[in-house]
């Protein structure tokens, strides 16, 4: 049987459920933690990647080169890696990262622009460093038309492409038929992953059709930390996929379930959820970071912020476009100001 590996994100993409405030010393207990129960890969950045800390995505608490550092130094075996978002971060990001100890770096696109990354992954190689792709919201793409994006990610020297729901909008077979494309174009030429996230409470089953479909990496958050209504909890798919007889290697599943009760729960103020929000954004293909920015829109403009979400649904916005909900709110603002 296939051996699948977990890869975690608590620390990236569960970056925006904690608004990027990590301490190094939250880090260093979270990796600790994870290396204990023998995860292999652990993400760790500003949760929109290198050089993610600015006004439009939300400052860092602390550098995140300083929390890269940390963690490196805590694993015993883990590899830890890096998000890269080209356009946010760059090679020069990436040089940094790799001084600092990364032995991984994944590099995201939205879902129909994998030509962007290109000059990053012949980078990432030339490194030396292990690389993944992001095809962010996937579902605006068929399953044909992503892995066409897939080839060109595989082709620029990327060695796993994930089919990332970024908004947790896939429902089963939307997911595994995805996948399943994704794999039947690049052969063996490189893995596929799958990255979940629990807006329409999916995560986890996705994960599993990923699986059945030829994914051989999987990822998720103790606790299901992330954007959005968080991703798919770590935790659980160990549980589920120990249960099903999958290979996960010597991963320790009770390790994870104490550590997301034990040591990710205290360091936490507000977990994600299916709220009406995130229910939102998984209905209408929303990007789940969007959450707390069209939060912040509604306290300032008095527009509910399910309304925000769905307004910025039907208008497509994609990941970096976060400025944007502004002009949403106050849209949305003067047509009821108009109707009244």
């Known amino acids: ?9 608590t620390l990236r993409d569960g970056s925006h459920a904690v608004r990027h405030q990590y301490t190094t010393d939250q880090v260093r207990k979270v990796v600790r933690a994870l290396d204990d ?20 995505y939300g400052f860092s608490k602390t550098n995140e080169l300083d929390l890269i550092e940390a963690a490196v130094d805590e694993a015993k075996n883990a590899k830890i890696a890096a998000l890269l978002l080209p356009g946010v971060g ?17 590099i995201a696109t939205h879902c129909s622009e994998a030509d962007v990354s290109i000059q990053h ?25 992503l892995a066409k994006q897939a080839r060109i990610m595989v082709d620029a020297g990327c060695q796993c492409v994930f089919v990332v729901d970024s ?16 794999k039947d174009e690049i052969g063996d030429e490189a893995e596929v992953g799958f990255h979940g996230h629990q807006n329409l409470s999916f995560g986890v089953a996705n994960s599993l059709l990923a699986v059945r479909a030829g994914a051989t990496q ?10 959005g209504a968080g991703n ?38 507000r977990l994600p959820m299916m709220d009406r929000g995130s229910i939102v954004q998984g209905q209408m293909g929303v ?42 709110a106050v849209d949305l603002q003067r047509q009821g100001a108009a109707v009244s």
């Open 90 to 106: 760059t090679v020069e990001d990436l040089k940094e990262a790799k001084e600092r100890g990364i032995s991984i770096v994944r």
């Open 37 to 56: 129960a023998n995860v292999e890969m652990i993400e760790v950045t500003h949760g929109d990647g290198l050089g993610g800390s600015t006004f439009n």
């Open 1 to 9: 049987m296939t051996k699948i590996r977990l890869n975690d994100s």
């Open 167 to 182: 908004s947790g909008h896939l429902i089963m077979e939307e997911a595994s038929d995805r996948v399943k494309a994704v």
């Open 287 to 328: 990007y789940n970071s969007f959450l707390f920015h069209a939060e912040r829109a509604s306290e300032r403009y008095g527009i509910p912020t399910q309304d925000i979400l769905r307004e910025v649904g039907k208008r497509g916005y994609v990941g970096g476009q976060e400025d944007m909900i502004i002009d949403v």
């Open 232 to 269: 798919a909890p770590i935790e659980v798919l160990a549980t589920a996929f120990t249960r099903l007889g999958i290979d996960i290697g010597d991963v320790d599943v009770t390790g994870l379930q104490n550590a997301a009760e034990d040591v990710l729960r205290p360091m936490v103020d």
């Open 121 to 145: 992954f012949q980078a990432a190689r030339e490194m030396g460093l292990e690389t993944g792709g992001f095809l962010m919201l996937s579902h605006r793409l068929e399953p044909a038309e």
């Open 218 to 227: 999987i990822d998720g958050t103790l606790y299901g930390l992330g954007a």
